[in-house]
């Protein structure tokens, strides 16, 4: 990483999922509120999807959360809740809707 760009991630309670993750980042600046440059869009219906590529998730099914963005960036990455209870990120064309 960047030089003084090390930090710590601590969870921020947040309604009934446990919170989201912060990070608190060493630099030389005012703690950061990073909400103000991130967008979360819920997937309420939370659709089935395997993942594909070779990565070590590979094949594997979970539950689509959501998606995160910066918000003034083109791109978002959807979040992932796998049965082992991890949650990760990946791109959209990696993810393929899974019939249950």
């Keep these: 990483g960047a030089p003084g760009a090390q930090g710590r991630h601590e969870r921020v309670a947040d309604g009934e999922e446990g919170g989201v993750t912060q ?3 060493a630099l030389n600046t005012p703690k ?3 909400a103000r440059f991130v967008q979360w ?3 309420p219906e939370r659709p089935l999807v395997r993942v594909g590529g070779v990565g070590r998730r ?3 099914v979970g539950y689509a959360l959501g998606n995160v963005a910066l918000k003034h960036a083109g791109g978002y ?3 992932v809740q796998f049965p082992d209870g991890k949650v990760e990120s990946f ?3 990696d993810l393929f809707p899974e019939v249950a």
């Design 23 to 25: 990070a608190a980042l």
């Design 32 to 34: 950061l509120d990073l």
């Design 41 to 43: 869009s819920e997937y």
């Design 58 to 60: 590979a094949g594997q």
């Design 77 to 79: 990455e959807v979040v």
């Design 91 to 93: 791109a959209p064309l």
